[in-house]
């Protein structure tokens, strides 16, 4: 008898919910006739659901059925003592354009939050889903002054934004944050989801949200405030204003400098160094922690390696002594150890002391990772020396120790990259093609944009001696000989002019002029792409990288954002569609997506 019952419940049951199911796709594809006799149905069987009860409503208002809506509302309010049925009632009465009943019906609303306040959230509520915003103010506003404890500013704040109230949407929010800490970063996302920032300082939303900071960090010393400013000039890109705050609240506050850290690594990324710097060097004289001033350290020699001239070598190669000295050579600084033989092998041409200060450093009680990290710079050094083979035995040591591994697949990556340094092709293209599915990303897109430099390029002359030469040229590159690299990729211009590799040739010494902040040759070169290979894979490189120039290094802000507009009108699919668009609306003055 017990399991009949059961059986009998879920039968009802489940045939509820397929009829909500069809009442819902009635309404979805506006046959609202059938839609109200099934919400009819469902609200017979279950008279007190408010879904059923607003779309029985919505069924007669879509049908302009609004006499029947009124008729259906007012045996409803006398049955049930909802507050939110009067504002039903008064938008029925405004969708028959009887203003006067809709808005008398409104006031009676909102006067039921003086009998009781918590009738603010439905009527409010309502309101909202009417586009009432005004008397949904009103309510939440009116509910506040009663109950003090009721906190609607995040509720006012959306409502202020959709009515393009920007003052009171930003103070809305942080009336609402500073009494709920743990929503800061929702509100961080809301803001900036719905565009009310971007990335100009100077733009009217960010100087207002700027100045209501200000003025609240000066009337009360909370540390919201200087997180939220940190917050917005990070926004702005301008990190030496943000560091500016994190150290006023690592100051009062100092528990960790993990913030402080990930504004230097913003700073390095988007290259402002100098920034970077003095962040890191704020860390070093600042942390007791041993890892975090090795890390700072070995960011801070990062960014004075790629400053320095040859002139300044040694001095930084004392720099590392001196740090060994402090903090010994052992895994903890094992980052350190395999920058410094980096830097002896390819900066001071010390390869013989390189290999040898990291075969020692192999024999410290490294872990399995942790030697590939050794074995994957040893490697780097014998590509160096273009002693190729040795270099591949380490690779393929990694691969075989390392199996389905991140750096097992960078060492894939590696053994092709090899293979195509010494002119063996098919080999490389092998490799790259199992590393298409690599699970890193960017392996992946490395992987692939070799491959089709590799495939475009082996067929047009059975010698391939143009691929030969720029993949010589790219050696010369990793070797940090830019200018033979440069020189080699004149003569593949020169000589092979009809080749499907001046493309692809112009792209890379483009981006070896930009790396000796030769502006003006590396422009020429993207607009040699712009102008004759407008159907090529590199087209949206070169607008992305010459609006990048544009913008960054030659002031001309009108045209970077025509060449971003070109990205976001006729290249979709880029992978610099995002920041393109992003890029584009803030040149443009946007503040409101």
């Keep these: 008898m017990r399991f009949v019952l059961i059986l009998l419940v879920f039968i009802s049951t489940n045939s509820f919910a397929q009829d909500d199911i069809l009442a819902k796709e009635y ?21 007190s659901n408010i879904n059923h009860i607003t779309q029985v409503l919505s069924a007669h208002q879509q049908l302009e059925q609004y006499d029947e809506a009124e008729i259906f509302l007012l045996k409803l309010m006398k049955r049930i003592k909802y507050p939110a049925f009067i504002v039903e009632l008064g938008y029925n009465f405004q969708l028959k354009g009887d203003t006067e009943n809709a808005n008398l019906n409104y006031q009676k609303a909102i006067a ?58 930003f103070n809305s929010y942080l009336d609402f944050a500073s009494s709920n800490p743990i929503s800061i970063n929702n509100i961080k996302r809301a803001i900036t989801i719905n565009g009310f920032i971007n990335e100009d300082g100077s733009s009217e939303n960010n100087t207002l949200l700027r100045k209501l900071l200000i003025k609240r960090a000066q009337q009360d010393p909370n ?26 609240i690592f100051n009062r506050k100092p528990e960790s400098l993990s913030k402080i850290e990930d504004l ?31 890390n700072a350290h070995y960011n801070l020699l990062q960014l004075d390696i790629k400053a320095s001239s040859e002139a300044n070598y040694n001095a930084i190669a004392n720099r590392y002594l001196g740090l060994f000295k402090t903090f010994g050579t052992f895994s903890q600084t094992l ?29 410290l009680p490294l872990t399995k990772l942790q030697k590939a990290e050794v074995k994957i710079e040893l490697g780097d050094i014998l590509v160096l020396q273009e002693q190729f083979n040795k270099a591949l035995i380490y690779y393929t040591q990694i691969q075989r120790n390392l199996k389905n591994s991140t750096i097992s697949q960078e060492a894939r990556f590696k053994v092709a990259k090899t293979s195509y340094y010494k002119g063996d092709f098919k080999w490389a293209e092998s490799q790259l093609k199992i590393l298409k599915a ?156």
């Excluded at 309404?27 to 008279?47: H, R």
């Excluded at 230097?264 to 041993?290: G, L």
């Excluded at 830097?343 to 024999?363: G, P, S």
């Design 335 to 363: 980052n350190l150890q395999i920058s410094y033989a980096h830097f002896l092998a390819f900066y001071l041409n010390k390869i013989d002391d390189a290999t040898a200060f990291l075969e020692k450093t192999l024999e």
């Design 223 to 248: 540390l919201l405030y200087n997180n939220m400013l940190s917050w917005l000039f990070i926004q702005q890109k301008d990190f030496k204003k943000a560091f500016i705050q994190e150290k006023a």
């Design 438 to 593: 690599s699970t890193s990303q960017l392996i992946a897109n490395d992987a692939l944009d070799l491959k089709l430099l590799i495939s475009d390029n082996k067929y047009e002359d059975s010698l391939q001696t143009a691929l030969k030469l720029y993949a010589k040229a790219d050696l010369l590159a990793f070797q940090n000989r830019n200018e033979e690299a440069i020189n080699l990729l004149n003569k593949v211009l020169k000589e092979h002019k009809t080749e499907p590799i001046i493309a692809q040739a112009l792209f890379k010494q483009a981006q070896l002029y930009n790396d000796k902040y030769e502006f003006e040759k590396a422009k020429t070169n993207y607009e040699l792409i712009i102008a004759n290979y407008k159907d090529g894979i590199l087209i949206d490189d070169a607008y992305y990288n010459l609006a990048e120039i544009y913008k960054n290094n030659l002031y001309q802000p009108d045209k970077a954002k025509a060449l971003y507009e070109l990205i976001i009108f006729n290249h979709a699919d880029s992978i610099y569609f995002v920041e393109a668009r992003k890029k584009y609306r803030t040149l443009r003055g946007d503040s409101i997506k």
């Design 264 to 294: 230097a690594v913003m700073a390095s990324n988007e290259n402002q160094n100098e920034v970077a710097k003095e962040i890191y060097t704020f860390i070093i004289n600042t942390s007791q922690d041993i890892d975090t001033l090795i």
């Design 112 to 169: 039921t939050i003086d009998e009781n306040a918590n009738n603010a959230f439905s009527v409010a509520r309502s309101f909202q889903n009417h586009s009432l915003l005004n008397e949904a103010v009103i309510s939440y506003e009116k509910a506040m002054v009663l109950n003090p404890n009721f906190n609607f500013n995040l509720q006012l704040a959306q409502i202020h934004g959709e009515q393009g109230n920007i003052e009171k949407m």
């Design 27 to 47: 309404f979805k594809n506006g046959d609202f006739e059938k839609a109200l006799i099934a919400y009819k149905k469902l609200y017979a069987k279950s008279p």
